[in-house]
Structure formats: C-alpha cells, structure tokens
C-alpha cells in the first residue's frame, strides 16, 4: 500500500535543460508535501516543501508544484546542472494527525554535462 | 547542518542477534524517526518518537523497538536480527512551532548488515 508513488525510478536531463520529477500520492489527508535530495552514502537534505494551501513554491532553480485535484506533485529544476545529479525523494504528512512523513521510492537524476 | 549524529555509522553481526542503533541530536528538536532505505522501496518509516518516551509505530515497525529516555537520544532496537533487515538505516529530526510542520534533517546513516 504505497501512499507516495514516484513511478520514474530514473530520468536523464541534458545540463541546462529542465528536470521534472513526478510524485503522486492516494491519501487526501496529505496536506504537507516535501523534496528531498540524496546523494550517495550521505542522508538525504531537504530542497523545498509546499502546503496544500498552495498550488506554487519556489524557491531559486527549484519549483514544486501541487495539483491537489489529481493529487500529484512535481518538482522542477532549471536549469539543471551536473551538482544536481542525485536520488530525489518526495515526501507527504497531513497536518491534522501525527507527525509522521511518508516517503516515495526515489527518483535518481543524471544530469549529462 | 543539524547536529544529528548515529553510531555505530557500519555493523554487521549475524542473525539472531540483538543490535542496538543509537541517534542522538543537539538541536533539542521534539521530533525524532528512524526510518530504513532499501532499492525499489525508498525511505520507509520504521517508528518515530513526538517527545521523551512517546513513541508510536511507523510503517514497517515489526522486529523492531524504540525508546527515548532523553531528548538528545532516540535508540533503535533489532531483538533478534534477521537477514531482511540488512539495510541502511536514517535518523531523522523536525520540529513543530506553533503547530506548523517543518521539514525533516537527517543523520549520515547507519549501514547494517546481517548475515
């Protein structure tokens, strides 16, 4: 029973281009939804979050969007750039219950120079 | 950086073991979870602590066991370990101010295998 979907497990991007990552959740309770970056043998940090009160965050080269509708959240890069090339994992937790963050399997991006 | 630190970072001991991984933090953050990472299932959440000696399960809890004595130190606990839980395991902190959420900071890790 997954609640958060990330259905690409990889996706390679041309350096400059845009990176879009792709996030779906089942749970309408989810109303905190949040990017994370990991690279190899380190733990995962913090990019950007979005409240569901919200259909927009930006942040520098980083945008996340949320679709609450179709229940899906994207993240989007760019330009992209080799540093970005990592496992991306989105992350979902519903303010009205504990304070629990529930994890998608991971995105790995390469970003070809 | 958060000061999150685990220990021991590498174990690998034999089935039927007991193991015990400890995290501790310096930031004083009321929330703390200890989750495992594995190819095709990401970071699942195994329990999580909302202040000392508040724990509750998370989503992949069984042969596993937490406690929290202090605010600084969250222990996770394999009675008996067992070769599925060869892993890499993630301590994590967050605080909540006013009700808000925050985001999560994470520890280096601990690479766990059994054998």
């Known amino acids: 029973d997954q609640q958060v979907k990330q259905n690409s497990p990889s996706l390679s991007v041309q350096e400059g281009r845009i990176s879009i990552l792709n996030c779906d959740y089942t749970?309408?309770?989810?109303?905190?939804f949040l990017w994370y970056k990991k690279y190899p043998a380190e733990g995962p940090t913090f990019l950007i979050s979005?409240?569901?009160?919200?259909d927009k965050n930006e942040d520098g080269r980083f945008t996340v969007f949320l679709n609450k509708s179709a229940k899906h959240l994207s993240l989007h890069i760019v330009p992209s750039q080799p540093g970005d090339s990592a496992v991306y994992f989105c992350?979902?937790?519903?303010?009205?219950?504990?304070?629990?963050?529930?994890f998608g399997t991971g995105t790995r991006l390469k970003v070809l120079a | 950086d958060a000061g999150i630190t685990q220990s021991p970072r590498h174990k690998v001991t034999e089935t039927g073991t007991p193991v015990t991984l400890r995290c501790h933090q310096t930031e004083n953050h009321r929330y703390m979870y200890w989750y495992r990472q594995d190819p095709g299932h990401g970071l699942r959440l195994i329990h999580y602590s909302y202040g000392v000696k508040d724990t509750d399960k998370g989503e992949v809890s069984d042969g596993y066991s937490v406690s929290r004595s202090k605010t600084e130190d969250f222990l996770l606990t394999l009675e008996s370990a067992t070769s599925s839980q060869t892993s890499v395991y993630f301590c994590a902190i967050s605080e909540s101010l006013g009700g808000t959420y925050n985001e999560q900071f994470f520890g280096p890790g601990t690479r766990l295998t059994v054998l």
């Open positions: 979005i409240s569901s009160i919200k």
């Open positions: 749970n309408s309770m989810f109303d905190y």
């Open positions: 992350a979902a937790a519903s303010t009205s219950g504990t304070y629990k963050y529930i």
